[in-house]
Nanobody, 119 residues
Framework: QVQLVESGGGLVQAGASLRLSCAAS????????MGWFRQAPRKKREFVAG????????YYGASVKGRFAISRDRAKNTVYLQMNSLKPEDTAVYYC????????????WGQGTQVTVSS
């Protein structure tokens, strides 16, 4: 079983930066992808960024491209989301997710961490 634990959320002003971390634990953790999603109140969950675990190819949602950066530390089983130039519309609960090699979708999820950006 894989467990994902996010950290690093908080309240910041517009224009500030935050870095989220997601530590994964499990006996044999080797996903295909790890990613970040977010969900704001009364909105659908939105893909933010993803990374191919083995080779590091990255993907971004249109609304964050150029401002956010995903990275991973394979030795620590940790994925990061560096968020720069934050906007009030980035306010949401951010979820870490992992897609195992036997799945065609993200099938492990963290509990989420709140990010609030004030104007």
């Amino acid at each position: 079983q894989v467990q994902l634990v996010e950290s690093g959320g908080g309240l910041v002003q517009a224009g500030a930066s935050l870095r989220l971390s997601c530590a994964a634990s499990g006996r044999t953790f080797s996903p295909q992808y790890m990613g970040w999603f977010r969900q704001a109140p009364r909105k659908k969950r939105e893909f933010v960024a993803g990374i191919r675990w083995s080779i590091g190819i990255v993907y971004y949602g249109a609304s964050v491209k150029g401002r956010f950066a995903i990275s991973r530390d394979r030795a620590k089983n940790t994925v990061y989301l560096q968020m720069n130039s934050l906007k009030p519309e980035d306010t949401a609960v951010y979820y870490c997710a992992a897609q195992s090699t036997t799945s065609d979708r993200y099938n492990y999820w963290g509990q989420g961490t709140q990010v609030t950006v004030s104007s």
